[in-house]
């Protein structure tokens, strides 16, 4: 049986299938691309970097933890642009932490949420950062590939083990 694996794309996928109903009036939800002239408020969820966290898995695939950014923006031609931003950041982490999206994941752990320099040409909007961290398996690994019994033998206790190889029965019959 296949032991599932975690993309880049279902993580985003299920933070955004999470989010979106809890935070209907977002008009936009982005990942990496560069955006002119959003609809407001936006999001942007990126994964900033994986760090390998040192688990050997002995499995080909690797143990990562995510850190993640979520920057939420509002236009400055709300009046009360600076406070809603605000409000939607921490209603944004409040939801986030301890989630698993649904994913087998650990559970997310937001670290901070600060004022978002993201990016210069943004500057008529109001920026908050969230900055989380998650941890997951990547890659894919199918146990069906790793081993396929040609035979079969059966040991009898007390007579088992390396030392006893000798002993075993080959089971011919299923």
């Given amino acids: 049986m296949a032991i599932p694996s975690i ?6 996928d299920a933070i955004e299938a999470y989010l979106k109903p809890l935070f209907p009036d977002i008009q936009y939800w982005g990942r990496y691309e560069r955006a002119e002239n959003l609809p407001m408020p936006a999001i942007f969820i990126q994964v900033t970097d994986f760090e390998n966290i040192g688990q050997d898995r002995d499995d080909g695939r690797l143990e ?3 850190n993640i950014n979520i920057h ?3 236009h400055f031609k709300d009046a009360d642009a600076r406070m809603q931003v605000r409000l939607l950041a921490v209603s944004i982490a409040e939801k986030c932490h301890r989630q698993q999206f649904s994913l087998p994941l650990s559970p997310a752990e ?4 600060t004022h978002d320099p993201f990016d210069k040409n943004h500057e008529t909007y109001e920026k908050m950062l969230i900055e989380m961290s998650q941890s997951g398996i990547f890659g894919s690994y199918d146990e069906a590939d790793d081993f396929i ?3 079969v033998f059966a040991g009898i206790t007390p007579k088992i083990g390396a030392d006893h190889e000798e002993d075993y029965l080959e089971v011919t019959d299923g």
């Fill in 7 to 12: 993309t880049l794309e279902a993580y985003h």
């Fill in 149 to 151: 019994a040609n035979q």
């Fill in 110 to 113: 937001v670290q901070d949420i």
């Fill in 72 to 74: 939420v923006m509002h």
């Fill in 64 to 66: 990562m933890m995510m």
